[in-house]
Each structure stands twice: as C-alpha cells, then as structure tokens.
C-alpha cells in the first residue's frame, strides 16, 4: 500500500497562474481532507470531503476550490495563484467507524510557493 | 467550536533527558478525541499518540506519554529518554465526535534534543 500520496511535491507559480494538487489514497477511505501548514500556523482545513462526488468548506477555503469525483482522489485547485497562497499543503484521508475511527492519514505534502 | 493551544514555540532538552510539551483546548462536545503528531524535518506528519476523552486512563506508547486533565482541559505530551531522532515539531490536536472527522490544531512546539 503506498498509503497517502501527493502530486507534485514542489512547485513554483507566478501570480494568477492556475493549478491543481491530486491526493490519491489506496486505503478505501470515505473521508478526505486538505490542510495548508504556514509557519507559526500549525495546520489547517481548506476543504474536505466525506463521499465521492461531496466536499465541503473548511476553516480556510477561499481561493480554492475542490473535487472529489473518486473516491480515491481528491483534487485541490487555485484558480488564480496569490502570494498569499504560498504554503505547505497536506492531504489526509480517514474512515468513520470502530476505532481507531477517523485516524487521519496523511501524505507527505508539497510546497507551494506564488511569486 | 475547538481550539488548541500550545504555549511553549519551542523547546529544548539534552538526550536522554525527559521533556514535557503542554497543550490545553476548549471543546463544547462531550465526546472526543486528542492528539499528538510529530512532524520531523522531513515534514511528514507521524502520529505519536492517541486519547479518547471518556477514558480516563493516560495514554502511552513506549517513551511517549500524556497527563489528560479533562476538567483542566489540559493534554500535556511527556517524552522520557529522549533521543535524538524526537527533534520535530510537535502538534497537539482535536477531533469532536461530531464533526465528520475534522482536525484542530495548536501552532506547534519545536523541540531540539541535544546530544
């Protein structure tokens, strides 16, 4: 099992470029999660998703957006790359049920900077 | 809503030395889980250890262990023995039982071990 994976793992955008982060869990989880990691910020929930074909708003979801058409993947797009968005993002993926129920497993991130 | 709070940016302890990370929260729930994670230079983010909040038992896992004062909504992390693979960044983390799974978390303590 290869777990939690993200593509790709650095990249490099100027401001107002469009791009897409893909996570692809093989773990048969319901529940998928984005996350964005600023230093001094701990981490926190851009968008999530409890099904294929659902997503929902997390803390922090302006300026992105979200799909998750299956189950396996849960995809993560700037439509117009801002500095702001300069970040570590990290996707999760979990499972509702007996415990340890809803353990988050994470993939291994990648660094977005916006110029 | 939840919130976490790590007061301590950073720390430091010589090897083999004990060290004690603090975290406290606030939860309107009555049902729900805390968590330490540790993330290394590699960035990954590993999770360390694990507390039901109806269990009233501290939880361990070998040299990692936690002092849960629910009425103080206190969840400090003791690492005894520490070595030098325990430098990381530490995470202390909640997850209410009714929220589909959804982390928070504080901003991070780093520690340093020193040889």
């Known amino acids: 099992n290869a777990g939690v994976t993200q593509t790709p793992k650095f990249r490099v955008l100027k401001t107002g470029q469009s791009m897409t982060l893909l996570c692809a869990q093989d773990?048969?989880?319901?529940?998928m999660y984005w996350y964005r990691q600023d230093p001094g910020m701990g981490l926190r929930l851009i968008h999530y998703?409890?099904?294929?074909?659902?997503?929902a708003k997390g803390e922090v979801p302006d300026g992105y957006n979200v799909s998750r058409l299956k189950k396996q993947n849960f995809l993560l797009g700037l439509e117009s790359a801002a500095p702001s968005q300069t970040s570590v993002y990290f996707c999760?993926?979990?499972?509702?049920?007996?415990?340890?129920?809803?353990?988050?497993?994470f993939g291994p991130g990648t660094r977005l900077t916006v110029t | 809503a939840q919130t976490v709070t790590q007061s301590q940016p950073e720390m430091s302890v010589q090897e083999a030395e004990t060290v004690t990370l603090s975290c406290t929260y606030d939860?309107?729930?009555?049902?729900?889980?805390l968590f330490w994670y540790k993330q290394p230079p590699s960035r990954q983010m590993i999770l360390v250890i694990r507390?039901?909040?109806?269990?009233?038992q501290n939880a361990t896992e070998n040299r990692f262990s936690v002092n849960f004062q629910k009425a103080a909504k206190s969840f400090s992390l003791k690492i005894s023995d520490s070595q030098l693979g325990d430098t990381a960044m530490y995470f202390c983390?909640?997850?209410?039982?009714?929220?589909?799974?959804?982390?928070?978390f504080g901003r991070g303590t780093q520690l340093t071990v020193w040889p």
């Open positions: 998703s409890v099904g294929e074909g659902t997503t």
């Open positions: 773990m048969n989880h319901e529940y």
């Open positions: 939860t309107s729930e009555n049902n729900y889980y």
């Open positions: 983390a909640i997850r209410g039982g009714s929220t589909l799974g959804r982390l928070y």
């Open positions: 999760a993926s979990s499972t509702p049920g007996r415990e340890p129920a809803y353990e988050q497993y």
């Open positions: 507390q039901e909040a109806y269990k009233q």
